[in-house]
């Protein structure tokens, strides 16, 4: 059966109780399970197909809590590794009165980052999801690479998600280079408008078509509350608006995007149907990823099914 591999970071999400408050006038926070990898993990396992996180957590309360939220959601843990050399992940939140976020992070370094290994076996029905926070130079860094590997030679689908995080690298040139070496090892890559012009120099659209390198073969283009658009080498093949909802936290809405079009994807050839379906899986993945918005943090807030249904296409 076709499974989610996701690697990299699974952290604690600080959530501030009031939106508008700059970061260092937050008063009070509520925690919530994050980072990526652990967010896109927990949309394929709530939607109900098979999904495991590969990453490592400190021997902590924190580690202890994220262990037990991936559980109660069914996303698989077996894979996670603990350590006493450094602590599970922290992220403190601030939101503005529209629900978009600034960090502050808390991993020098954090458990994650000190992965050196991972045993584990693909087959050519499985997918790979990463993104590029753990991709800074660390041991987690060559465990990617390894597991990249391993994915190529068992002949999945990788999916890549830059989802760029500044302040954790040492300069945004850093950050630059290493996601333009790992764009290329993708099949499917997921991309913002603001991340496109930050890669290419360019903010439009026909910038996407330089990401066609190596193995790559389509582009998801996001673009917040106005919609996405998936891309392939001959051009634009589908475009969907988006849906209007009462946003209260943004936090995890691209995870939960990115996470329910792999949800679509698993147990097809991926790449195949993605260019056939683009228009529904679109619909659908929009639809969870503006329901994940709806409440404050990633994993609590993502959707059921039967609340994807009842969500009414805009006119």
Same mark, same amino acid.
């Given at each position: 059966?076709?499974?989610?591999?996701?690697?990299?970071?699974?952290?604690?999400?600080?959530?501030?109780?009031?939106?508008?408050?700059?970061?260092?006038?937050?008063?009070?926070?509520?925690?919530?399970?994050?980072?990526?990898?652990?967010?896109?993990?927990?949309?394929?396992?709530?939607?109900?197909?098979?999904?495991?996180?590969?990453?490592?957590?400190?021997?902590?309360?924190? %580690?202890?809590? /994220? #262990?037990?939220?991936? !559980?109660?959601?069914?996303?698989?843990?077996?894979?996670? *590794?603990?350590?006493? &050399? +450094?602590?599970?992940?922290?992220?403190?939140?601030?939101?503005?009165?529209?629900?978009?976020?600034?960090?502050?992070?808390?991993?020098?370094?954090?458990?994650?980052?000190?992965?050196?290994?991972?045993?584990?076996?693909?087959?050519?029905?499985?997918?790979?999801?990463?993104?590029?926070?753990?991709?800074?130079?660390?041991?987690?860094?060559?465990?990617?690479?390894?597991?990249?590997?391993?994915?190529?030679?068992? %002949?999945?689908? /990788? #999916?890549?998600?830059? !989802?760029?995080?500044?302040?954790?690298?040492?300069?945004? *040139?850093?950050?630059? &280079? +290493?996601?333009?070496?790992?764009?290329?090892?993708?099949?499917?890559?997921?991309?913002?408008?603001?991340?496109?012009?930050?890669?290419?120099?360019?903010?439009?659209?026909?910038?996407?078509?330089?990401?066609?390198?190596?193995?790559?073969?389509?582009?998801?283009?996001?673009?917040?509350?106005?919609?996405?658009?998936?891309?392939?080498?001959?051009?634009?093949?589908?475009?969907?608006?988006?849906?209007?909802?009462?946003?209260?936290?943004?936090?995890?809405?691209?995870?939960?995007?990115?996470?329910?079009?792999?949800?679509?994807?698993?147990?097809?050839? +991926?790449?195949?149907?993605?260019?056939?379906?683009?228009?529904?899986?679109?619909?659908?993945?929009?639809?969870?990823?503006?329901?994940?918005?709806?409440?404050?943090?990633?994993?609590?807030?993502?959707?059921?099914?039967?609340?994807?249904?009842?969500?009414?296409?805009?006119?």
């Amino acid at each position: 059966m076709s499974k989610l591999y996701a690697i990299g970071e699974a952290l604690i999400d600080f959530i501030p109780h009031t939106k508008g408050v700059a970061l260092k006038n937050v008063a009070a926070f509520d925690t919530q399970v994050g980072g990526a990898p652990a967010n896109v993990a927990s949309c394929v396992a709530k939607l109900g197909k098979q999904s495991a996180l590969l990453t490592q957590l400190g021997q902590d309360a924190f %580690g202890d809590l /994220i #262990v037990d939220t991936l !559980n109660e959601v069914g996303v698989d843990t077996s894979y996670i *590794k603990r350590t006493d &050399e +450094a602590n599970t992940g922290l992220a403190f939140v601030s939101l503005t009165e529209d629900g978009e976020r600034d960090f502050a992070f808390y991993r020098k370094p954090s458990a994650d980052m000190l992965m050196d290994n991972v045993d584990v076996t693909f087959t050519s029905a499985d997918m790979l999801h990463f993104c590029s926070v753990d991709l800074i130079p660390s041991p987690m860094r060559d465990t990617h690479v390894k597991v990249i590997h391993q994915m190529h030679n068992a %002949g999945g689908t /990788i #999916v890549f998600d830059p !989802n760029l995080r500044f302040p954790l690298w040492p300069s945004k *040139k850093a950050l630059k &280079e +290493a996601v333009l070496e790992f764009l290329p090892l993708a099949h499917i890559v997921k991309v913002s408008d603001e991340e496109l012009e930050f890669l290419t120099g360019s903010s439009h659209v026909d910038s996407i078509q330089t990401l066609f390198n190596g193995y790559t073969e389509v582009v998801i283009y996001t673009e917040g509350k106005n919609g996405a658009s998936i891309y392939t080498q001959d051009g634009c093949i589908a475009r969907h608006p988006g849906y209007k909802v009462n946003v209260q936290d943004t936090t995890g809405a691209g995870d939960a995007f990115i996470g329910s079009v792999i949800y679509q994807l698993l147990g097809h050839n +991926a790449v195949d149907y993605i260019k056939y379906h683009a228009d529904s899986i679109l619909s659908f993945s929009n639809k969870v990823g503006a329901l994940t918005t709806t409440n404050k943090g990633a994993i609590q807030s993502l959707p059921t099914i039967s609340m994807i249904e009842q969500l009414k296409e805009e006119q």
